[in-house]
């Protein structure tokens, strides 16, 4: 369970809109029309790019009328943030020792 989340939080990552798109809403909810607005692209393809950040759980969407508001939804960000700290801590000391000897020969 918890690799699927984060496979489906770091491909989700892997594309610079959908990550513009988690930046811009970091400032609150957003209507999906002011979240295209920057996009050189279709109001569709901005929403296909929302679905996709829904899909791994980092946005959720609450539609009013013919208003879909979309808002950030930190519990996954946070999982994937997790893991790469741990990761670090393995990974960091043992990079300066390497690089200590490399550097001093």
């Known amino acids: 369970?918890?690799?699927?989340?984060?496979?489906?939080?770091?491909?989700?990552?892997?594309?610079?809109?959908?990550?513009?798109?988690?930046?811009?809403?970091?400032?609150?909810?957003?209507?999906?029309?002011?979240?295209?607005?920057?996009?050189?692209?279709?109001?569709?393809?901005?929403?296909?790019?929302?679905k996709v950040l829904e899909r791994a759980g980092l946005v959720r969407r609450r539609v009013v009328g013919r208003d879909h508001f979309i808002a950030l939804v930190p519990t996954h960000l946070r999982d994937a943030s997790r893991w790469i700290d741990d990761y670090r801590a393995f990974w960091e000391p043992r990079l300066h020792a390497l690089e200590a000897i490399l550097r001093d020969g």
Do not use: C, Q, W, Y
């Open 1 to 50: 369970m918890v690799e699927r989340v984060l496979d489906a939080t770091f491909g989700a990552l892997a594309d610079p809109s959908r990550r513009a798109i988690l930046h811009d809403l970091r400032r609150g909810e957003r209507r999906i029309t002011e979240l295209a607005r920057p996009f050189p692209v279709s109001l569709n393809a901005v929403s296909k790019h929302v």
